[in-house]
């Protein structure tokens, strides 16, 4: 005879089809409620800081605060004790946001003010793409980060050379400008080069003299051709891992280029424009 399931592991079983079940009823009713519940608190701490509201309803929105954290802290340890691998969860993606999500409300008690940090929660708002489970968007979204993933290496590569050419750069201007225009050190100089470089221009260092201009204007234009390269690695990437997931290779190929990667319904050829006879 098969051992009786004991009233913890019943409990367990029940706790594991409302907290993981997005398929069953229970389950997307709890996701959707625990959704609302984020929203709230999200919406709670925004207006905590909103002067004229917090004078008046300070009490009240720290009760309805705490009532949410002491929900996440449950659902947090209900979650933990609901799975076989505890530990898989806990350090996963959402086990560490879940974790950061009530950790504030309590370090608040020690260090006052660290509440704040509770904005954090607008991070579980991406459990509403596991909610949804839209194949569309799961499609797009394992897409988006293969690419990045591709890309990883080339932006550090790149980033590397940008960290280079700060610091090359804000030593030149402090030679050049030195103290009077207020590059006093070469870390203010690096500063400098970095605000510019991001096209921020926070006006409080500039060049004075004609050589420091020539290198500033030199510097905000190199600053658009960095924004544009991850951005353009990034997209290269994702282009590239598109095309693969949408097209076959097949005997279908062009009789001019001889190229066989193409769109499953294509007419023409991506490489030459040559029709394509199926």
Not at 96 to 117: E, R, T
Request: proline content about 3%; charged content about 15%.
């Amino acid at each position: 005879m098969k051992n009786k399931k004991s009233q913890y592991e019943i409990f367990r079983e029940k706790v594991k089809i409302v907290l993981y079940g997005t398929n069953t009823m229970l389950g997307r009713m709890f996701d959707l409620v625990l959704l609302g519940l984020i929203l709230l608190s999200v919406l709670l701490i925004m207006l905590d800081t909103v002067q004229g509201i917090n004078s008046k309803y300070h009490s009240q929105l720290w009760i309805c605060e705490w009532i949410i954290t002491i929900f996440f802290t449950v659902e947090y340890i209900l979650r933990i004790i609901s799975i076989q691998k505890p530990l898989k969860y806990i350090f996963s993606f959402y086990g560490i946001i879940d974790l950061l999500a009530v950790l504030p409300m309590y370090l608040s008690m020690f260090f006052p003010g660290a509440s704040i940090l509770s904005i954090v929660r607008a991070l579980r708002f991406l459990r509403l793409f596991k909610i949804l489970q839209i194949p569309q968007i799961s499609h797009q979204s394992f897409q988006l980060k293969e690419a990045i993933d591709a890309s990883k290496e080339k932006i550090l590569v790149f980033i590397y050379f940008v960290l280079i050419s700060t610091i090359i750069i804000g030593t030149v201007m402090y030679v050049v400008e030195g103290e009077a225009s207020g590059f006093s050190s070469i870390p203010m100089g690096i500063y400098w080069t970095i605000v510019t470089l991001t096209t921020v221009g926070y006006g409080d260092i500039s060049p004075e003299t004609p050589l420091g201009q020539f290198i500033a204007a030199l510097v905000m234009i190199l600053g658009y051709g960095i924004i544009a390269v991850p951005t353009g690695i990034v997209t290269a990437e994702f282009a590239k891992k598109s095309l693969r997931n949408n097209t076959v290779t097949t005997k279908t190929s062009c009789q001019v280029c001889g190229s066989q990667l193409h769109f499953d319904n294509a007419k023409f050829c991506h490489e030459c424009g040559t029709e394509l006879h199926h």
